[in-house]
């Protein structure tokens, strides 16, 4: 199946930044599609952190907003998640989604949507 390819992800401490990016083969576009980044965090259930539709509305999880912003480059056909200001609780594999219409549940989005590997975020002092 076609699958969507997460990298940047790393290891910083609370405070510091991370840019992941999500990136797609063959002809799929991301700015037709909605598109967004889901965090699965040990021991807790998988939830979606941000959302870009096709228009750039765009939609975060509480607990990221004012420190998290999501990204298209229509030239490159990207998506990107700017992490600002880590904290702890943002560790986790983070997974990137995209399709006609984006679940906020990463299961339902695996089934139905794209989905890629993950890239893994480590935030410790």
């Known amino acids: 199946d076609l699958q969507l390819v997460e990298s940047g992800g790393g290891s910083v401490q609370p405070g510091g930044s991370l840019r992941l990016t999500c990136t797609a083969p063959?002809?799929?576009?991301?700015?037709?599609?909605?598109s967004g980044w889901f965090r699965q965090s040990p021991g807790a259930k998988c939830v979606q952190v941000a959302e870009?539709?096709?228009?750039?509305?765009?939609w975060y999880a509480a607990s990221v907003k004012g420190r998290f912003s999501i990204s298209r480059d229509r030239t490159k056909n990207t998506i990107y998640l700017r992490m600002n200001d880590l904290k702890p609780e943002d560790a986790g594999a983070y997974y990137c989604?995209?399709?006609?219409?984006?679940?906020?549940?990463?299961?339902?989005?695996?089934?139905?949507?794209?989905w890629g590997r993950g890239t893994q975020v480590t935030v410790s002092s």
């Open positions: 870009i539709d096709r228009d750039d509305a765009t």
């Open positions: 989604a995209s399709g006609g219409v984006l679940s906020g549940d990463c299961d339902e989005n695996r089934r139905r949507n794209l």
């Open positions: 063959g002809y799929y576009y991301f700015h037709t599609h909605q």
